[in-house]
């Protein structure tokens, strides 16, 4: 069992940024994706950037150009880095890990961090 936990939301203006860090209990390195979601009042949970075993990064189109994924395994600890936000991104942001252990498919989440863009 790994345990991840998110930190680094908060209030922020438009156009201003922030870095949410996911801190996993165990190596990160026995996961082929780490992600971040995020999940709107109202709206579904939403892939917002993912990043593999190899260093393949994917984004969703909104954030494009405006958020950074990475990872460093020595800290095993997952960072979105965001700048530019908008009042759309906000939401509730999860750390997510997935992968194949010996026992079966591995699907671990944190439970989220909020981030509130505002004036």
């Known amino acids: 069992q790994v345990q991840l936990v998110e930190s680094g939301g908060g209030l922020v203006q438009p156009g201003g940024s922030l870095r949410l860090s996911c801190a996993a209990s165990g190596s990160i390195s026995r996961f082929d994706v780490m992600g971040w979601y995020r999940q709107a009042p109202g709206n579904q949970r939403e892939s917002v950037a993912t990043v593999t075993s190899s260093d393949m990064t994917n984004y969703m189109d909104s954030v494009k150009g405006r958020f950074t994924i990475s990872k460093d395994n020595n800290k095993n600890t997952v960072y979105l880095q965001m700048d530019s936000l908008k009042p759309e991104d906000t939401a509730v942001y999860y750390c997510?890990?997935?992968?194949?252990?010996?026992?079966?498919?591995?699907?671990?989440w944190g439970k989220g961090t909020l981030v509130t863009v505002s004036p």
């Open positions: 997510n890990a997935k992968g194949v252990g010996w026992s079966g498919p591995m699907d671990y």
